[in-house]
Every structure is written in C-alpha cells, then in structure tokens.
Nanobody, 121 residues
C-alpha cells in the first residue's frame, strides 16, 4: 500500500482543516488506517485510527471532540477533519496503514510522506 497525505496548511487558532490520505492498491479495505503527528523536537504521536470497516474509531485524548476520522473504501481514502485547531496541533501529520487496531508507531506497516499543519495563535 502506498499512501499520499495532503491538505495541510496554515490556519489561525480556532479554524479548521481537512486532511486527506489517498492509498494505492486493491487491498486498502483490509487495513486499519491511522493518523499520527510529529511536532518539532517531539516524538511522533498517535492521533486517531479507524477500523477497516469504517465503523470503529479511536482518538487521542488531546484531539477527542475536535477531530473526526473517516474513510471511503470505494475511493481508497481516509480523511481527518480537524476543528477548533490550537497552536499545539502544529505538526507534520502522517497517515499510516496497519493490520492491528493499536496506537503505537510500530503497529503500522505503511506510511505516507506527511503533510504540515501550522496553527497560528
């Protein structure tokens, strides 16, 4: 599976952005999809994940209630709608694909290149 993330940009605090991740390959619907982020000088951290069926979702506490993950298996895409953005959400956001519904980096086998989100105060 090859992943391509897009949709990052500069936004003011309180604003919204929608990230999208496009996957190649016919096995996309098998994979659990996740979003991670890495802020400058920090470790890459889990943000959200969605089960292969699209029914089950899970969020980090820091984004719960503000971010929504969704997927379209017919289009091979997974999106992350980010609302009420805060300066601390500034990071490079990565989409990832794996076979286990977990939150650690090593549980995901395929990674996109990342898209930068900058939230100004």
């Amino acid at each position: 599976v090859q992943l391509q993330a897009s949709g990052g940009g500069l936004v003011q605090a309180g604003g919204s952005l929608r990230l999208s991740c496009a996957a190649s390959g016919r096995t996309f619907s098998r994979y659990i999809m996740g979003w991670f982020r890495q802020a400058p000088g920090k470790e890459r951290e889990f943000v959200s994940r969605i089960l292969s069926s699209g029914i089950g979702t899970y969020y980090a506490d820091s984004v719960k209630g503000r971010f929504t993950i969704s997927r379209d298996n017919a289009k091979n895409t997974v999106d992350l709608q980010m609302n009420s953005l805060k300066p601390e959400d500034t990071a490079i956001y990565y989409c990832a694909a794996g076979l286990w519904p977990r939150t650690e980096r090593h549980d995901y086998d395929y990674w996109g290149q990342g898209t930068l989100v900058t939230v100004s105060s």
